[in-house]
Nanobody, 124 residues
Framework: QVQLVESGGGLVQAGGSLRLSCAAS????????MGWFRQAPGKEREFVAA????????YYADSVKGRFTISRDHAKNTVYLQMNSLKPEDTAVYYC?????????????????WGQGTQVTVSS
């Protein structure tokens, strides 16, 4: 099993920045892809960004491309989401997720492990 713990959420004004962290523990050697998803009140959980755990390409939702950056520190078993130029519509609970198999990265149903979520609130 893999355990994921997010941190770094909070309240920020529009145009500001936040960096989310996701620390993984347990059978981290099984992870193929790590992703970030978010869920706003009354909305479905949506894909934000993903990265191959071993390195390589990154993937972003169109709504965050150019503003958010996903990265990972293999030595620390940690994935980051740097969020710049935040907008009120970015307000949501952000979840870190991991999956053991490669392939489709944007479908939350295919992820095996989930963190507890961290709240991000962007005020206008």
């Amino acid at each position: 099993q893999v355990q994921l713990v997010e941190s770094g959420g909070g309240l920020v004004q529009a145009g500001g920045s936040l960096r989310l962290s996701c620390a993984a523990s347990g059978r981290t050697f099984s992870i193929a892809i790590m992703g970030w998803f978010r869920q706003a009140p009354g909305k479905e959980r949506e894909f934000v960004a993903a990265i191959n755990w071993s390195g390589g390409p990154t993937y972003y939702a169109d709504s965050v491309k150019g503003r958010f950056t996903i990265s990972r520190d293999h030595a620390k078993n940690t994935v980051y989401l740097q969020m710049n130029s935040l907008k009120p519509e970015d307000t949501a609970v952000y979840y870190c997720a991991g999956r053991d198999s490669s392939g489709t990265f944007y479908d939350n149903r295919l992820y095996d492990y989930w963190g507890q979520g961290t709240q991000v609130t962007v005020s206008s």
